[in-house]
């Protein structure tokens, strides 16, 4: 049996994609534009775009994969 604080971890989800489509939207949609994914040339700006589209027209299980998109460009823009 694990431990009390384990179990807590185990069944306590962040809420991402509500993150995502609401406070953090403004910054995901900066993220994602094409302009600037492109000068950065690390990653192919259709697929972003298209990553984000979907997102927003209900495809929530890509909430992981846009979350950490947002998390690395935020880092690497910091870093600039």
């Known amino acids: 049996q694990p431990p009390a ?3 807590f ?3 306590f989800a962040l809420p991402v994609a ?3 489509r609401g406070p953090l939207a403004d910054r995901v949609a900066a993220a994602v534009d094409p302009v600037r994914v492109k000068s950065d040339g690390l ?3 259709e697929t972003v775009t298209d990553l984000w ?3 927003r027209e209900g495809a929530d299980e890509l909430h ?3 979350w950490c998109f947002l998390a690395f460009q935020e880092w690497y823009a910091s870093r600039r």
């Open 43 to 45: 990653f192919v700006p």
């Open 53 to 55: 589209r979907r997102f």
């Open 64 to 66: 992981t994969p846009l």
């Open 9 to 11: 971890l185990l069944v």
């Open 5 to 7: 604080k384990l179990a």
């Open 18 to 20: 509500v993150w995502l």
